[in-house]
């Protein structure tokens, strides 16, 4: 059965940075591009930040751009987000996912399944 399992998430001040993983199982993770994206109540979901499969190439939405960094360890079948500069407006359910087959390998902010997510709070 194929899962994803994001952690890492929690309570942190405006300026620090959390790092939040996202675990593979039931596949391997290096096959498919993997992307996170966000959700907040009341707004429609975010796309956050994609990693391709084949050269690793990375895309950030404007509103995080410098400030996260998307990264995958394959022997550890495992995608990172660092998220340093946090912000307020960044409090959000963050989920990692599988980028839609159909785009192979390519990131596409078209998502094939997900995880349960992870609650990041940024908050004084």
């Known amino acids: 059965q194929e899962q994803l399992v994001e952690s890492g998430g929690g309570l942190v001040q405006p300026g620090g940075s959390l790092?939040?993983?996202?675990?593979?199982?039931g596949?391997?993770?290096?096959?498919?591009?993997?992307?996170?994206?966000?959700?907040?109540?009341?707004?429609?979901?975010?796309?956050?930040?994609?990693?391709?499969k084949s050269d690793g190439s990375t895309y950030y939405a404007d509103s995080v751009k410098g400030r996260f960094t998307i990264?995958?360890?394959?022997?550890?079948n495992?995608?990172?987000?660092?998220m340093n500069s946090l912000k307020s407006e960044d409090t959000a359910v963050y989920?990692?996912?599988?980028?839609?087959p159909r785009y192979s390998g390519r990131c596409a902010w078209v998502y094939a399944s997900w995880g349960q997510g992870t609650q990041v709070?940024?908050?004084s």
Do not use: H, M
């Not at 790092?19 to 199982?25: D, E, I, Q, Y």
């Not at 993997?34 to 979901?45: D, L, N, T, Y």
């Not at 989920?95 to 839609?100: D, E, L, T």
């Open 95 to 100: 989920y990692c996912a599988k980028i839609s």
């Open 78 to 82: 495992t995608v990172y987000l660092q």
């Open 19 to 25: 790092r939040l993983s996202c675990v593979a199982s």
């Open 71 to 76: 990264s995958r360890e394959n022997a550890k």
């Open 27 to 52: 596949f391997t993770l290096d096959y498919y591009a993997i992307g996170w994206f966000r959700q907040a109540p009341g707004k429609e979901r975010e796309g956050v930040s994609c990693i391709s």
């Open 121 to 123: 709070t940024v908050s």
